[in-house]
Nanobody
Framework: QVQLVESGGGSVQAGGSLRLSCAASGRTLSGNGMGWFRQAPGKEREFVAAFDRIKNTYYADSVKGRFTISRDNTKNTMYLQMNDPKPEDTALYLC??????????????????WGQGTQVTVSS
């Protein structure tokens, strides 16, 4: 079983920066795709960024150029560097591990392990 714990969320002003972490335990995940998703109040969960199995990175258009996904396999930890956040980035951010590869990397159905999330609030 894999456990994922997100941290680093909080309140930030628009134009600032924040780094989220996702620490994994239970087994090594260096061979898995991993991703970040977010869910704002009253909205559906949406894709933010992801790695595939060969470490290519992908981003939602809304965060491209502002957010950077990275991982440290020695620590079994994934990160999301959020630069120039905007109020519309306010959401609960969740990390996930991809366990199947049937669909597009942004498809939540391919992610079998999820963390509980860390809240990010961006003020204008």
């Amino acid at each position: 079983q894999v456990q994922l714990v997100e941290s680093g969320g909080g309140s930030v002003q628009a134009g600032g920066s924040l780094r989220l972490s996702c620490a994994a335990s239970g087994r090594t995940l260096s061979g898995n795709g991993m991703g970040w998703f977010r869910q704002a109040p009253g909205k559906e969960r949406e894709f933010v960024a992801a790695f595939d199995r060969i470490k290519n990175t992908y981003y939602a258009d809304s965060v491209k150029g502002r957010f950077t996904i990275s991982r440290d396999n020695t620590k079994n930890t994934m990160y999301l560097q959020m630069n120039d956040p905007k109020p519309e980035d306010t959401a609960l951010y969740l990390c996930a591990v991809r366990t199947t590869y049937y669909n597009h990397y942004s498809s939540q159905s391919d992610y079998g392990y999820w963390g509980q999330g860390t809240q990010v609030t961006v003020s204008s």
